[in-house]
């Protein structure tokens, strides 16, 4: 008992250090470095310049607004040059079985 009485302070300062040191390296284990963390937000603002670059260079919504407008623009003009065509490719056929014919018939 004169032992323990003699040593307290010392089992005590040594169980102090052993919780002490099971905390940091607890803490440690489950917890990230200040270095790390910095490096990973460097990379983190660089992705999010990036997105932000990309972004930038998209149309937006008035481009796509005005671009609708042109298509619907040329698929009207294309709509009215069907009956045209439509009366070329009569006349092509035509001129293709007259030409059919004259082959036919040895006149060259």
């Keep these: 008992m004169d032992f323990i009485l003699e040593w307290w302070k010392q089992f005590l300062a040594l169980g102090f250090l052993i919780v002490?040191?099971?905390?940091?390296a607890w803490l440690r284990s489950t917890f990230?470095?200040?270095?790390?963390?910095?490096?990973s937000i460097n990379g983190l603002k660089t992705r999010?310049?990036?997105v932000e670059n990309t972004v930038?260079?998209?149309p937006s919504a008035d481009d796509i607004h005005e671009l609708d407008k042109r298509l619907i623009e040329v698929g009207g003009k294309i709509d009215s040059l069907s009956p045209q065509?439509?009366?070329l490719q009569r006349v092509t056929d035509l001129l293709m079985e007259n030409e059919l014919r004259e082959k036919r018939s040895g006149h060259n």
């Design 20 to 24: 002490g040191a099971g905390a940091l």
């Design 32 to 39: 990230v470095t200040k270095k790390s963390h910095e490096e």
């Design 48 to 50: 999010l310049s990036a």
């Design 56 to 58: 930038a260079d998209m």
């Design 85 to 87: 065509l439509g009366n």
